[in-house]
C-alpha cells in the first residue's frame, strides 16, 4: 500500500505569492490533517478535513485555506506568502480519531 | 490555552545508556500519542496509549500513561544510534476538531 504522499517535495516562493500544496492519504482513510512544522518545534495543526468537511481549523491567518476532494485528497493553498511561512508542511491521515496518524514526507516551502 | 509540555529539550548519551523523555498536559487528555522524527524526516507514529496507568511495551521502548491522564513518559533502555531522532508526544485538543497538539519533542542523540 502505498503511503500518504504529497506534492511537491520543496519549494521556493516569493513574498506575496501563492502556493498550493497537495496530498493524497492512505485508501481508504477519510480523514486529512495538514500540519505546520517550523525546524526546531513541533508540528502545528493548521486544519482537518474529514468526509470533505472541515472538521477543525488551527491557528492560523485566514490566508491559509484547504479543501478535501470526493477522492479524499486535499489541497493546503497559501496566499500573500510571508517570509515566516517557510516551513515544512506536513499531511497525516488516518481511518478514524481513535487511530495514530500517517504522516507525509511533507513539502519544505521557502518564501524569500 | 491547551499546553503540551516535554522535557528535556536534548539528551546526548552513550551507546548502550537508557534515555527518558517526559510530557505533560495542561488538561486530562482522552489519549497520548508518541511519534518519532529522524533528522530530515517527518514524523512516524509510535503508539497511542488510551487508559489511566497503561504501560505498553515495544521492544526496547517503554511507554506510560499516567493515572491522572495528564502525563506520559517514554523510555528507552540500553539505546542504539538507530533510536537518533526527535521524539514527540501529542494529544488531542478540546472539542471534536481532530486536532492534535505536540509538544516540542525531545532531540535524542547517542554516541557510538
Known amino acids: 500500500d502505498a503511503g500518504v504522499t504529497q506534492s511537491p517535495t520543496h519549494l521556493i516562493k516569493t513574498r506575496g505569492q501563492q502556493v498550493t500544496l497537495r496530498c493524497s492519504p492512505i485508501?481508504?482513510?477519510?480523514?486529512v490533517s495538514w500540519y505546520q512544522q517550523v525546524l526546531g518545534q513541533g508540528p502545528q495543526f493548521i486544519f482537518q478535513?474529514?468526509?470533505?468537511?472541515?472538521?477543525g481549523r488551527g491557528n492560523f491567518p485566514d490566508r491559509f485555506s484547504a479543501r478535501q476532494f470526493p477522492n479524499y485528497s486535499s489541497e493546503l493553498n497559501v496566499n500573500a506568502l510571508l517570509l515566516g511561512d517557510s516551513a515544512l508542511y506536513l499531511c497525516?491521515?488516518?481511518?478514524?480519531?481513535?487511530?495514530?496518524?500517517?504522516f507525509g514526507s511533507g513539502t519544505r516551502l521557502t518564501v524569500v | 490555552g491547551q499546553q503540551v509540555m516535554q522535557i528535556p529539550q536534548y539528551q546526548h548519551v552513550q551507546e548502550g545508556e537508557d534515555f527518558t523523555t517526559y510530557c505533560n498536559s495542561s488538561?486530562?487528555?482522552?489519549?497520548i500519542q508518541w511519534y518519532k522524527q529522524r533528522p530530515g524526516g517527518h514524523p512516524v507514529f509510535l503508539i497511542q496509549?488510551?487508559?489511566?496507568?497503561e504501560v505498553k511495551k515495544q521492544k526496547r521502548l517503554t511507554f506510560q500513561f499516567g493515572e491522572a491522564k495528564k502525563n506520559s513518559s517514554l523510555h528507552i533502555t540500553a539505546t542504539q544510534t538507530t533510536d537518533v531522532g526527535t521524539y514527540f508526544c501529542?494529544?488531542?485538543?478540546?472539542?471534536?476538531?481532530?486536532?492534535?497538539?505536540f509538544g516540542q519533542g525531545t532531540t535524542l542523540q547517542v554516541k557510538p
Open positions: 497525516a491521515s488516518s481511518r478514524d480519531k481513535n487511530y495514530g496518524y500517517t
Open positions: 485508501s481508504g482513510h477519510k480523514s
Open positions: 478535513y474529514y468526509e470533505k468537511e472541515e472538521r
Open positions: 488538561t486530562t487528555l482522552s489519549n
Open positions: 496509549l488510551v487508559k489511566s496507568g
Open positions: 501529542a494529544g488531542p485538543g478540546s472539542g471534536n476538531t481532530g486536532k492534535l497538539i
